[in-house]
């Protein structure tokens, strides 16, 4: 790998360090200022910030599982960061989608994993809704996961489509006796 190529995947590092330090810089401001039920409406219907501790995984799912779920979530983060992090180091420097993607993941994934281990639960605070519906309650770190996801799944769609594409363009470039011969030697 050439210092350049180092370098440039340097500033997505630095880029997802950023992150997982408003992830917890806002995590510590929610503790402080919200904990004891002193919400706050940003804009009516639309935006609050409620305290709430999350000991499950996203949505409120696998609660209540004790200190055996919180290191089964521990281990299962820790893996999906290294899964990310070999991801990342395997993607090319052209594609910005897809190292842009494992940045916001790795940023929120290690948000999350480091309000695990340290307290047994993560720190939500964020509550989206309309009207009566709520959206679960989440934080920078859910919506660094999120946003990276969607990324990644764009990622995917767009190189099926132009693999698809380029499948497309080769057989029609060539002729049929050689398209006939592509087909047995497969």
Not at 15 to 38: P, S, Y
Not at 99 to 118: P, S, T
Not at 150 to 174: P, T, V
């Amino acid at each position: 790998m050439k210092v350049r190529d180092a370098g440039w995947r340097a500033a997505y590092i630095v880029a997802a360090i950023a992150m997982l330090l408003v992830d917890q810089a806002t995590k510590a401001w929610a503790v402080r200022r919200l904990r004891f039920g002193n919400d706050i409406t940003v804009i009516n219907n639309f935006l609050a910030f409620t305290y709430a501790e999350n000991t499950g995984i996203a949505f409120g799912g696998f609660q209540g599982a004790g200190d055996w779920g919180r290191w089964i979530l521990v281990g299962l983060a820790a893996a999906a960061a290294v899964g990310v992090f070999y991801y990342f180091w395997r993607t090319p420097l052209d594609n910005d989608r897809t190292l842009g993607a494992c940045a916001l993941l790795f940023a929120g994934i290690w948000g999350n994993l480091m309000d695990r281990v340290r307290l047994g639960y993560v720190v939500d605070f964020i509550l989206l809704h309309a009207r009566d519906y709520h959206w679960p309650v989440f934080n920078v770190a859910d919506a660094c996961i999120c946003a990276g996801a969607l990324l990644l799944a764009l990622d995917i769609f767009f190189e099926g489509k132009k693999s698809a594409r380029h499948a497309g363009a080769l057989n029609q470039e060539l002729p049929r006796g050689e398209e006939a011969a592509e087909g047995k030697a497969r």
